[in-house]
């Protein structure tokens, strides 16, 4: 069992839940209060122990890459302005020579051919994924929670949420050993999008994954499936025949923000938390609603 080295984000989709936004920015890049999307997600990484982050890229996207590299010319302006506090916060998302690698996924096949796609970067062994429109609120990073449990339990670990029954049709969900007790919950199934009577449990699956590297084959012998593309879920159901899974119920609070309500609200709720903004904020919704 290694220790979790690297996580991939796949930044290929072009947003269309968040149109017309999305028409000429990278839907990671909107911004949070005053942070792009993606830079909340690598901090979450980060935090959780993580060395190496892979994105999986696209045609359009290059912006990215800037967004986490030096801008010298902005940067030298702000220094002879003596704006010290705001070059801190343009310095602070760069990343260290090599600590981040980019490779693109050319056609549009689904999560799990992008996810695929960076099976030379990530090599042989256990890794994390982490979509990036999930933003998850909390002080402790869902990751670093997750990555905690790996180092006791091993194998592939999900990270889940509950939802009100009533809503299960909308989400992927898991279908837990005997009665779920506890955060972490052995899993002998997963369910996409079921029927509510059907459905086998209401814990939803919420953007985090840490799998071993035996999904990259099971990704290359995976059928197009829901949508004609090569579904993520598919290659783990295969997996999970050989290797023990874990579901993860986290601490925090996940925002959709690839949904405008979403992204609405992970606005107003980061925000809440920001000293800076809190009491006036509060002050103006109220006047609002």
Same mark, same amino acid.
């Given at each position: 069992?290694?220790?979790?080295?690297?996580?991939?984000?796949?930044?290929?989709?072009? &947003?269309?839940?968040?149109?017309? /936004?999305?028409?000429?920015?990278?839907?990671?890049?909107?911004?949070?209060?005053?942070?792009?999307?993606?830079?909340?997600?690598?901090?979450?990484?980060?935090?959780?122990?993580?060395?190496?982050?892979?994105?999986?890229?696209? !045609?359009?996207?290059?912006?990215? =890459?800037?967004?986490? $590299?030096? *801008?010298?010319?902005?940067?030298?302006?702000?220094?002879?302005?003596?704006?010290? %506090?705001?070059?801190?916060?343009?310095?602070? #998302?760069?990343?260290?020579?090599?600590?981040?690698?980019?490779?693109? @996924? @050319?056609?549009?096949?689904?999560?799990?051919? /992008?996810?695929?796609?960076?099976? $030379?970067?990530? &090599?042989?062994?256990?890794?994390?994924?982490?979509?990036?429109?999930?933003?998850?609120?909390?002080?402790?990073?869902?990751?670093?929670?997750?990555?905690?449990?790996? =180092?006791?339990?091993?194998?592939?670990?999900?990270?889940?949420?509950?939802?009100?029954? $009533?809503?299960?049709?909308?989400? &992927? +969900?898991?279908?837990?050993?005997? =009665?779920? %007790?506890?955060?972490?919950?052995?899993?002998? &199934?997963?369910?996409?999008?079921? #029927?509510?009577?059907?459905?086998?449990?209401?814990?939803?699956?919420?953007?985090?994954?840490?799998?071993?590297?035996?999904?990259?084959?099971?990704?290359?012998?995976?059928? !197009?499936?829901?949508?004609?593309?090569? @579904?993520?879920? $598919? /290659?783990?159901?295969?997996?999970?025949?050989?290797?023990?899974?874990? *579901?993860?119920?986290?601490?925090? +609070?996940?925002?959709?923000?690839?949904?405008?309500?979403?992204?609405?609200? *992970?606005?107003?709720?980061?925000?809440?938390?920001?000293? =800076?903004?809190?009491? %006036?904020?509060?002050?103006?919704?109220?006047?609002?609603?």
């Amino acid at each position: 069992m290694n220790t979790i080295r690297k996580v991939v984000i796949p930044v290929a989709g072009h &947003g269309t839940r968040v149109l017309p /936004a999305t028409k000429s920015t990278p839907k990671e890049l909107l911004p949070v209060v005053d942070r792009p999307l993606l830079d909340y997600v690598v901090d979450e990484a980060l935090q959780a122990g993580i060395e190496h982050v892979v994105m999986i890229t696209s !045609r359009g996207k290059s912006a990215i =890459e800037d967004y986490f $590299d030096h *801008a010298y010319e902005l940067e030298d302006a702000l220094r002879k302005k003596k704006k010290d %506090d705001i070059l801190a916060s343009v310095l602070k #998302p760069v990343r260290n020579p090599g600590s981040m690698s980019y490779t693109r @996924q @050319q056609v549009p096949a689904g999560l799990g051919h /992008a996810i695929w796609c960076a099976r $030379d970067i990530v &090599g042989n062994e256990a890794f994390a994924i982490s979509l990036p429109d999930v933003l998850i609120q909390n002080k402790v990073g869902a990751l670093k929670q997750m990555v905690d449990e790996y =180092e006791k339990v091993g194998g592939n670990i999900v990270a889940v949420e509950e939802v009100p029954r $009533d809503k299960v049709y909308k989400y &992927g +969900v898991i279908a837990p050993d005997g =009665e779920p %007790d506890g955060k972490l919950v052995k899993m002998t &199934g997963m369910v996409e999008k079921p #029927p509510v009577e059907e459905a086998p449990s209401n814990l939803a699956i919420t953007g985090r994954y840490i799998l071993q590297p035996e999904i990259f084959d099971l990704l290359a012998e995976t059928e !197009r499936g829901a949508g004609n593309e090569i @579904q993520l879920t $598919d /290659a783990m159901a295969a997996l999970m025949k050989k290797q023990p899974f874990h *579901a993860y119920r986290f601490d925090g +609070v996940s925002h959709d923000c690839g949904d405008k309500l979403g992204w609405l609200k *992970a606005n107003l709720a980061m925000a809440k938390e920001r000293e =800076e903004f809190a009491g %006036d904020l509060a002050d103006y919704v109220k006047t609002l609603f």
